[in-house]
């Protein structure tokens, strides 16, 4: 972030983790800095988790390594009323004549933090979710390219235009477009 720091949020509230990150995390102890506080006097950041399978004992494991993280998952119900957004929104571009787009099975992880935060948020920024394409290292876990089965599940392009829209009926900011 050097250079922008003027432009983006310079601390972390709290990680949302899909299943395979919040079991390393919260079950195995690993990524232990992603949890650490960010300056003097900072409290560390929380944990969201989306992802319903075994979501108690992951907490459960987050609670006994990183006690002084909030700890919070989100229950299926609401899981699948963001997926109903992102579907609506899909419709609404494919009126507009973007598109097609790619089949998805279930809303990146960044996805289900968008449309979280931006029903609990007055405001909403994103910064480098709408830059990368389907060629681009998986921004997200560090790899080299994307995992085959991110690309099955998930429709980054499809997420992409989405905010894009949000972004230009004025109800999210993005600083990356």
Not at 38 to 53: M, Q, R, S, T
């Amino acid at each position: 972030m050097k250079g922008h720091a003027a432009y983006v949020g310079n601390r972390t509230t709290f990680r949302m983790l899909d299943h395979r990150q919040s079991v390393k995390m919260c079950c195995l102890g690993k990524y232990d800095w992603l949890l650490q506080p960010e300056g003097p006097g900072a409290k560390p950041p929380g944990v969201i988790l989306w992802f319903p399978n075994s979501q108690d004992e992951v907490l459960a494991g987050c609670k006994r390594n990183f006690p002084a993280s909030p700890r919070y998952g989100l229950n299926v119900a609401y899981v699948d009323s963001l997926a109903a957004s992102l579907r609506a929104l899909r419709k609404d571009l494919l009126r507009l004549g973007f598109g097609p787009f790619g089949e998805w099975f279930q809303l990146t992880t960044g996805g289900h933090a968008v449309l979280l935060f931006m029903r609990m948020c007055d405001k909403v920024s994103l910064y480098g979710f709408t830059t990368y394409d389907s060629n681009a290292p998986d921004q997200y876990a560090g790899r080299k390219k994307k995992a085959h089965s991110g690309e099955v599940w998930h429709d980054w392009d499809g997420e992409k235009h989405a905010w894009r829209l949000l972004h230009a009926s004025g109800k999210l900011s993005i600083c990356s477009m």
